[in-house]
T-cell receptor, first 114, second 110 residues
Framework: DVKVTQSSRYLVKRTGEKVFLECVQD?????MFWYRQDPGLGLRLIYF???????EKGDIPEGYSVSREKKERFSLILESASTNQTSMYLC?????????????FGPGTRLTVL | QKEVEQNSGPLSVPEGAIASLNCTYS??????FFWYRQYSGKSPELIMF????GDKEDGRFTAQLNKASQYVSLLIRDSQPSDSATYLC??????????FGQGTELSVKP
């Protein structure tokens, strides 16, 4: 089974703080993703990575950065947290499903910025 | 037009009934489709995938794909209260990006 873990289930931070969200997968997958999910807006892709040290912007990268120094670990960084970044953050890893592949999600981190 | 569309619901069915969840897609080149279940406050969990036209059954779940009409559906037989969740449909577009629908909320009433 694919296992994707995230460093925290719940996180409360203050406006202006630097926030690190970490994601680890144990299946040697090359592709990893960060999403945020908000009511009525669905899943929105923030950043993704095809390989170590490689990153690509998703649909809403503003206010975020990422780091992928090791294949199993993909970090999302909020340089200066703002209240509009309060959300559920979901990490995913791309792996095999039948004869195709799809994304497997971590448990999520619910971030509240005060 | 959204690439993958679902009715947001909520869809309410009585316990023991068949729940039918539908999804349409705009990219005719899409080949692979996935259904995820997401309980409130939890992350999406893959429950079904389908690549070929027709039906694919797994226990109480049946996924259906009709490429000519560009729709995908998920049937849940003998619905249980524990099936109450949001169901996300997803498919790859020709650019290789996995596109998620907004999800359909299902409520199964005892």
């Amino acid at each position: 089974d694919v296992k994707v873990t995230q460093s925290s289930r719940y996180l409360v931070k203050r406006t202006g703080e630097k926030v690190f969200l970490e994601c680890v997968q144990d299946m040697d997958h090359e592709n990893m993703f960060w999403y945020r999910q908000d009511p009525g807006l669905g899943l929105r892709l923030i950043y993704f990575s095809y390989d170590v040290k490689m990153k690509e912007k998703g649909d809403i990268p503003e206010g975020y950065s990422v780091s992928r120094e090791k294949k199993e670990r993909f970090s999302l960084i909020l340089e200066s947290a703002s209240t509009n970044q309060t959300s559920m953050y979901l990490c995913a890893s791309r792996g095999i499903a039948g004869r195709s592949d799809t994304q497997y999600f971590g448990p999520g981190t619910r971030l509240t910025v005060l | 037009q959204k690439e993958v569309e679902q009715n947001s619901g909520p869809l309410s069915v009585p316990e023991g009934a068949i729940a039918s969840l539908n999804c349409t897609y705009s990219d005719r080149g899409s080949q692979s489709f996935f259904w995820y279940r997401q309980y409130s406050g939890k992350s999406p969990e893959l429950i079904m995938f389908i690549y070929s036209n027709g039906d694919k059954e797994d226990g109480r779940f049946t996924a259906q794909l009709n490429k000519a009409s560009q729709y995908v559906s998920l049937l849940i037989r003998d619905s249980q209260p524990s099936d109450s969740a949001t169901y996300l449909c997803a498919g790859y577009n020709q650019g290789g990006k996995l596109i998620f629908g907004q999800g359909t909320e299902l409520s199964v009433k005892p």
